[in-house]
């Protein structure tokens, strides 16, 4: 944990242009921040630096353009809310290198912030392209790794500039991992974990090594869809990563063999449009309509979920059961949060809970304060559960 260095020992910032790495990829809908979660757990940091002189530069990606510059994932919009929740000035430079950004940052005076455009703006920002990463870091003196929630990925702007010039962890980074160890480091038994949301490719190796470290895995939400697709069961348009069955079948081998339950949804809500109070009506999971899409797990499996949790010492949970975003299909995602908050109000459970959009579910449940750890990170939180390397911490600490 003090293997890295931290802001504790960053002296004489006055004058030094610090590149901080801050992950701003929050939940939007409607072209409006819904949860600024992670806008705020980054401000101390942020803050500490502008207050002792920094000038400080923020690094951060939106969603995944793929080396594109998508206008839909600019940043620009994002610069406006950080600004709100600072109560401080925010500049904007609408490119994160080149003569844009040199400009923006050459403008700068001691204890000014400045955001650069989206990293992934540039595909040398995925592939952690040295080059791209020489570009970045002639924006800076020093640099500060603040995204812990990105950590899991080896980008230049999160691993590659740790390379090139001083790096220090910054407060959340320090923050997310002590308290991951104090509540997971040895976790009272049973652990139950829940899996759901969005990102299945990137998320479902993750579960191979998950099942060797849990004793019930409940899925929901898009990653459900796959599994029950991958048993043979039609889902319709539901969101689903059909070319990934042979992996999910993987996961259920490992789960068998190493004595992990799985709890797939044994009925969903369907709905034919992706929209809130869509019409919708609630069918077993063999009875999936092909035009009709699942949207959340039925009661039948709300009942299960709870039942598991009720079960349950310890709960960790990345990713919603179903559409939170869009009711009713929030009914499952909301009932569990408010059944896992009560069992830690209790003392009876340890909930640990992560991910952009599960922060933002917990919130819409209204308990996100009444649970033991909420994690900015989702897919990073579930790699450090695996106890996977992540390159982002590694690098620190080298
Ligand atoms: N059955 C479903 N169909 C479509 N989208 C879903 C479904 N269940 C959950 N989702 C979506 O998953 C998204 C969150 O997934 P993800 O990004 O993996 O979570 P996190 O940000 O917490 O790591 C939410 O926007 C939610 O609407
Ligand atoms: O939102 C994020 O992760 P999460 O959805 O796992 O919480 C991070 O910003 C990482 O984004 P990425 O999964 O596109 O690399």
């Not at 353009?65 to 994002?78: D, N, R, T």
């Not at 970045?136 to 020093?142: C, E, F, H, P």
């Not at 019409?279 to 699942?294: F, G």
């Not at 952009?356 to 900015?376: I, K, M, P, Q």
Request: net charge negative; aromatic share 4%; charged share 20%.
């Amino acid at each position: 944990m003090t293997a890295f260095k931290t802001l504790d020992d960053l002296t004489d910032l006055p004058g030094k242009r610090v590149l901080l790495r801050v992950d701003l990829n929050v939940p939007v809908k409607d072209g409006k921040v819904t949860d600024t979660t992670r806008i705020e757990r980054v401000a101390p940091t942020i803050m500490e630096l502008s207050t002792k002189g920094a000038r400080v530069i923020l690094l951060a990606h939106f969603g995944r353009p793929k080396g594109e510059a998508v206008p839909s994932m600019s940043l620009a919009p994002i610069a406006g809310v950080v600004e709100d929740v600072l109560d401080h000035r925010v500049h904007f430079a609408a490119d994160c290198i080149g003569e844009v950004s040199a400009k923006a940052v050459n403008a700068m005076v001691d204890g000014d912030v400045l955001l650069l455009e989206n990293t992934r703006f540039h595909s040398g920002e995925e592939k952690n392209d040295p080059g791209f990463v020489i570009e970045l870091a002639k924006n800076g003196d020093i640099f500060v790794n603040d995204a812990f929630s990105a950590a899991h990925r080896a980008h230049a702007s999160t691993e590659g500039l740790a390379h090139h010039l001083p790096a220090y962890a910054g407060r959340t980074m320090q923050a997310e991992l002590l308290a991951l160890e104090k509540g997971l480091g040895n976790p009272a038994r049973p652990v139950v974990a829940i899996v759901g949301g969005a990102k299945v490719s990137t998320k479902i190796d993750l579960l191979k090594n998950l099942v060797n470290q849990v004793d019930a895995l409940v899925i929901g939400g898009g990653m459900a869809n796959t599994f029950i697709a991958a048993r043979g069961i039609d889902v319709g348009k539901s969101l689903c990563e059909h070319d990934l069955a042979a992996t999910a079948k993987e996961i259920e081998a490992a789960a068998a063999a190493s004595g992990c339950a799985i709890v797939l949804p044994v009925d969903g809500v369907v709905a034919r449009e992706f929209k809130a109070e869509a019409d919708n009506e609630t069918v077993a999971i063999d009875a999936i309509p092909a035009d009709a899409m699942m949207l959340d797990v039925g009661p039948k499996s709300i009942d299960a979920v709870n039942a598991w949790i009720t079960k349950a010492d310890t709960l960790v949970w990345n990713g919603p059961l179903g559409a939170f975003e869009i009711p009713p299909f929030d009914a499952a995602t909301v009932s569990a949060a408010k059944h896992a908050a009560a069992r830690t109000r209790e003392g009876l459970l340890v909930s640990v809970a992560g991910g952009g959009d599960t922060v933002s579910a917990l919130n819409h449940a209204g308990v996100t304060d009444e649970f033991t750890y909420v994690s900015t990170a989702g897919g990073a939180f579930l790699e450090w559960m695996e106890g996977k390397p992540l390159p982002g911490v590694d690098v620190l600490k080298a």
